[in-house]
């Protein structure tokens, strides 16, 4: 195939939650279940408006806190110990890396608007010729804007692009606007599709 373009999402494919034992700690400190913690600051209105860009992290942030039953001035350390199992992996982003200049790349991630500043100060944006952030642009996948938006900032065609996320609607989507997509499972199996699309 010899795409003109790979994009990947971050959460769940080039960060992974490799290690629950932080997150856990941290709901049975809060009496919560780890399913419960997980819906209050992912799967929440709050969370959606965050990631719509509709309201800033930090006031996704303080509405968390106040759901819990916290004081704003535990933010930092409910938010850290939230994350302190999440993995940045190093050898996929030098696997993104090496598709360049064969190939542009891209991020597409449903995430708030510290973003991008996070992937910055983790000197991981070097990796991408593109960033679309969800807050950023106001639209969430798997709404087939996003992956518009993409293919235009790359002008990459459809029918020449690959997706790689770790949600099936996501990989749906694009499949259905004619992209190619690489459900991830793990980074080998991902690293041998590639392959299989780079002749």
Known sequence: MNPDAVFFDLGGVILRTEHQAPREHLAERLNLSYEDLVGIVFESESARA???GKIPARLHWENVVGRLGRPVAEIEEIRDECFAGDVLDRE????????????????ISNGWNDLRDYVVKSRFDDAFDVLVISAEVGLLKPDP????????????????SVMVDD??????????MGMSGILFEDPDQVRRDLAGLLD
């Open 50 to 52: 965050a990631s719509l």
């Open 92 to 107: 996929l982003l030098d696997l993104i890396r090496s598709l360049r200049p064969a190939c542009r790349t891209g991020l």
């Open 145 to 160: 804007g996003i992956y518009n938006l993409a293919l235009g900032e790359l002008r990459a065609a459809a029918d020449r």
């Open 167 to 176: 949600t099936a609607a996501n990989i749906e989507a694009a499949r259905a």
